[in-house]
């Protein structure tokens, strides 16, 4: 073993960097060690290679794979739900066409619960409240008392009691058998006057599939795969059956005006389907994609819904979107999933600024989402989160300002504006813009919209620049990885 050479410092090879000198060959090392030296650290360079190599794929994987995570957001019935839909139509069309007919039963529980809202109302009709569609005045002395309805409309209240037995059909479908909260809407029996019925609304649990307990029942029924298509259901029979009356019911001048004075408006309420009673009681109807957008099937619960894009230069990129119940008991479920979202939209119903909640009718609706609002933009979690504000409903703002609804007696900072929905528009989007610059915890872009999400057209370049929008920012952040 030839004998250790003495270390000879050279000038200059010796630096004070003590990486240096922990990295330098020994100056006494043998060619059999220097050879071992170098094949070791050829061996570790290869494997730091591959390392980096893998590190770069995964990197590149993740950006081809390109998940988007966008969570939806807003008050009870301000469209999150509907907002989802319309993603699906627009980018999984296939998917979506598939499942109009499983709404089927969501808009027969819709039309039924119109109608019983309307019963409702007529049930314990006042004196005066005939007096006024009449020229009668024998009554005067007891306008304020109870009356029982003109026959015509008893009658037809008469005709309509199977849509009792149709609801429990509809709910027995939809719910589960443990849900018992939903199962108080339409126990049998129940009188459409109990508070319990008014009150509840039906819904159903993302996670307890109620599209897949629909196929079940539609094959059972006809045998088909395609429920309901070869045979109507006993439901689309006994609403087909009611249809004369349910038409006369609610074309019926009384009743437009009982409606009018106790200040329902059910063309404004979801699920409005009154309108179109010719076509959606037709014993083959099949829900075109507007009577989808338009059902209302409340959300409790949170679900994340899957969909690779099916076409368009964005195919293959994987969105979740994930939907919330929206409903003050269900805002506590929304935290854990700020964590890991790329944009949130948060849908603020401007419609609502005469409304109150439905699961709290000392709270206005309006001044609901403004809180919501802000605790979403000052929410530190979020800080750098991309917020785009949905200003829905505003179809129903328009037609509520042009029936004569004041929104300075609702909103007193509106003042003398002029009461049009372009003003307000314009007011409403000032004032979340304010809040989001106000709270936000760093400066951050604002994307305000101004929606109707039940129109189709308008809503389809919304959500594409909303996409663009969403993908840039994600393809930025993977950049930064
Ligand atoms: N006219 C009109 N109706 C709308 C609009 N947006 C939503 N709706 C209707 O309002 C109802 C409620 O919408 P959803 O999407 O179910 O509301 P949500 O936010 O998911 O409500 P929760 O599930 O209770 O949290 C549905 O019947 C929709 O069709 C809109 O811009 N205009
Ligand atoms: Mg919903």
């Not at 026959?151 to 939809?174: D, N, Q, W």
Request: charged share 30%.
């Amino acid at each position: 073993m030839p004998a250790r050479e003495a270390p000879v410092p050279v000038q200059g090879q010796y630096s004070s960097d003590p990486l240096d000198a922990a990295l330098r060959p020994p100056l006494d090392e043998t060619e059999e060690e220097k050879a071992l030296r170098l094949a070791l650290e050829a061996e570790a360079k290869r494997i730091s290679q591959e390392i980096d190599e893998s590190i770069k794929q995964e990197k590149q994987a993740k950006k081809r794979s390109r998940i988007v995570r966008l969570l939806l957001l807003g008050q009870s019935e301000s469209g999150k739900s509907t907002t989802l839909r319309q993603f699906q139509r627009i980018y999984t069309p296939n998917a979506f066409r598939e499942e109009r007919v499983l709404w089927r039963s969501v808009i027969q529980l819709n039309i039924v619960r119109s109608i019983r809202i309307i019963l409702d109302a007529i049930q314990d009709v006042r004196r005066h409240e005939l007096l006024a569609v009449s020229s009668d005045t024998e009554y005067d002395d007891y306008a304020d008392q109870p009356v029982g309805l003109p026959p015509h409309l008893h009658a037809i209240c008469m005709r309509l009691v199977p849509l009792r037995h149709v609801e429990s059909l509809l709910i027995a479908k939809l719910v589960p058998p443990n849900e018992d909260e939903a199962t108080h809407l339409g126990v049998s029996g129940s009188s459409y006057n109990t508070p319990s019925y008014r009150q509840h609304e039906i819904f159903v649990r993302p996670t307890t599939t109620w599209k897949g307990a629909i196929n079940k029942h539609g094959s059972k029924s006809n045998g088909s795969g395609s429920p309901g298509m070869d045979s109507p259901e006993e439901s689309q029979v006994v609403i087909n059956q009611c249809r004369h009356d349910m038409i006369a019911l609610w074309n019926d001048r009384t009743v437009r005006d009982i409606l009018k004075r106790r200040k329902i408006r059910l063309e404004e309420s979801p699920g409005f389907y009154l309108d179109e009673l010719e076509r959606v009681t037709s014993l083959r109807y099949l829900p075109s994609d507007n009577d989808v957008l338009k059902a209302r099937l409340k959300t409790v619960g949170v679900s994340e819904y899957k969909f690779q894009m099916e076409a368009g230069s964005e195919s293959g990129t994987e969105w979740r979107i994930i939907d919330v119940g929206g409903s003050r008991s269900q805002v506590l479920t929304w935290i854990p999933f700020f964590d890991d979202v790329d944009a949130i939209i948060f849908l603020a119903p401007i419609s609502g600024f005469d409304q109150t909640l439905v699961e709290d009718k000392s709270v206005n609706r309006l001044e609901d989402s403004v809180l919501l609002w802000k605790a979403v933009c000052s929410n530190k979690l979020l800080a750098k989160v991309d917020l785009v504000l949905f200003l829905n409903k505003c179809d129903i703002l328009a037609s509520k300002l042009r029936s004569g609804i004041r929104l300075s007696k609702y909103v007193r900072s509106f003042g003398e504006r002029p009461n049009d929905s372009e003003t307000a528009e314009k007011y409403f989007r000032s004032k979340f813009n304010a809040i989001h610059r106000e709270h936000s915890p760093i400066p951050r872009k604002f994307y305000g919209f101004c929606t109707s999400v039940t129109d189709t057209t308008t809503t389809m370049g919304i959500l594409a620049s909303v996409r663009d929008m969403v993908i840039r920012e994600h393809l930025r952040q993977s950049r930064l990885l």
